[in-house]
T-cell receptor, first 112, second 115 residues
Framework: GESVGLHLPTLSVQEGDNSIINCAYS??????FIWYKQESGKGPQFIID?????DKRQGQRVTVLLNKTVKHLSLQIAATQPGDSAVYFC???????????FGRGTSLIVHP | KAGVTQTPRYLIKTRGQQVTLSCSPI?????VSWYQQTPGQGLQFLFE???????NKGNFPGRFSGRQFSNSRSEMNVSTLELGDSALYLC??????????????FGQGTRLTVV
């Protein structure tokens, strides 16, 4: 994972569109991945997780895709709503380590 | 089920003072981790406690310390505060299952401002 810089990558979408947020990780030993959503003034909120023995997992309106070959993770949000506006973080951890490494975060802005 | 509770929500301290932050994990969770979040550095891991013992530690100076009680509640302490310690301090709890990682649930955080 990388540190979050002053300028977060930003994704702007229209309400109703599908959103795709990407995350690259560097540790090939990482075997557990989580997406978090953080709204302004709040702590990160768990969205969905995936283990390395899977390449896709679906939740309510969200899908996480894992490509271990290129060490890439993505979060797809269907029918994006204004309430989805937030900063989204991916986090990775490897077996035996309970300390996730957080990515830099992506700011999602949903326009009504 | 109650979520992770952090107190206080906001704090203003002056340089040189010390501060203690509190975290009550989700019932049944025995692992508590602390993070510092700043715009410039993002989410930085401070330390993790499990069964009253510090299991992992991040790269922070010794002014940052913590402890965990028998009921899994945790406190972190920052002594000799510096302006750069101004940040959102987040606590996360998780339910360890052997060596299998599980998701961490975060509290709302404590916003510390050092003046």
């Amino acid at each position: 994972g990388e540190s979050v810089g002053l300028h977060l990558p930003t994704l702007s979408v229209q309400e109703g569109d599908n959103s795709i947020i990407n995350c690259a990780y560097s540790n090939s030993a990482s075997d557990y991945f989580i997406w978090y959503k953080q709204e302004s003034g709040k702590g990160p909120q768990f969205i969905i997780d995936i283990r390395s023995n899977m390449d896709k997992r679906q939740g309510q309106r969200v899908t996480v895709l894992l490509n271990k070959t290129v060490k890439h993770l993505s979060l797809q949000i269907a029918a994006t709503q204004p309430g989805d506006s937030a900063v989204y973080f991916c986090a990775e951890s490897s077996g035996g380590s309970y300390i996730p490494t957080f990515g830099r975060g992506t700011s999602l802005i949903v326009h009504p | 089920k109650a979520g992770v509770t952090q107190t206080p929500r906001y704090l203003i301290k002056t340089r040189g003072q010390q501060v203690t932050l509190s975290c009550s994990p989700i019932s049944g969770h025995r692992s508590v981790s602390w993070y510092q979040q700043t715009p410039g550095q993002g989410l930085q891991f401070l330390f993790e406690y499990f069964s009253e013992t510090q299991r992992n530690k991040g790269n922070f100076p010794g002014r940052f310390s913590g402890r965990q009680f028998s009921n899994s509640r945790s406190e972190m302490n920052v002594s000799t505060l510096e302006l750069g310690d101004s940040a959102l301090y987040l606590c996360a709890s998780s339910f360890r299952v052997g060596k299998v990682n599980t998701e961490a649930f975060f509290g709302q955080g404590t916003r510390l401002t050092v003046v």
